[in-house]
């Protein structure tokens, strides 16, 4: 059974940092792309980042681009999203995600983790 579950959210201030962590289990996820979305109050989930796992092509929305880096521990079977100059938008429910093998559609999700970023 796969399980996806994120840590590192919590509560930064405007300009800071975060690391978020998402560890992945249940089988083996080389043909996957693991992606993070977010869901503010209010708001439909959006992408902010994904990474294929193999060939590590990165992606990114525009609205995070040059402030947060996805990156993969292989040997850890865990991905990370380093976050920063955080801003109050940033404010949301992060969940982590895997396609299937050679997939595109995500199938598999996290529990999601809080970020909330204070002025």
């Known amino acids: 059974q796969v399980q996806l579950v994120e840590s590192g959210g919590g509560l930064v201030q405007v300009g800071g940092s975060l690391r978020l962590s998402c560890a992945a289990s249940g089988r083996t996820f080389s043909g996957s792309a693991m992606g993070w979305f977010r869901q503010a109050p209010g708001k439909e989930r959006e992408f902010v980042a994904s990474i294929r796992w193999s060939a590590g092509n990165t992606y990114y929305a525009d609205s995070v681009k040059g402030r947060f880096t996805i990156s993969r521990d292989n040997a850890k079977n865990t991905v990370y999203l380093q976050m920063n100059s955080l801003k109050p938008d940033d404010t949301a429910v992060y969940y982590c995600?895997?396609?299937?093998?050679?997939?595109?559609?995500?199938?598999?999700w996290g529990q999601g983790t809080q970020v909330t970023v204070s002025s």
């Open positions: 995600a895997a396609t299937a093998n050679y997939g595109l559609k995500y199938d598999y």
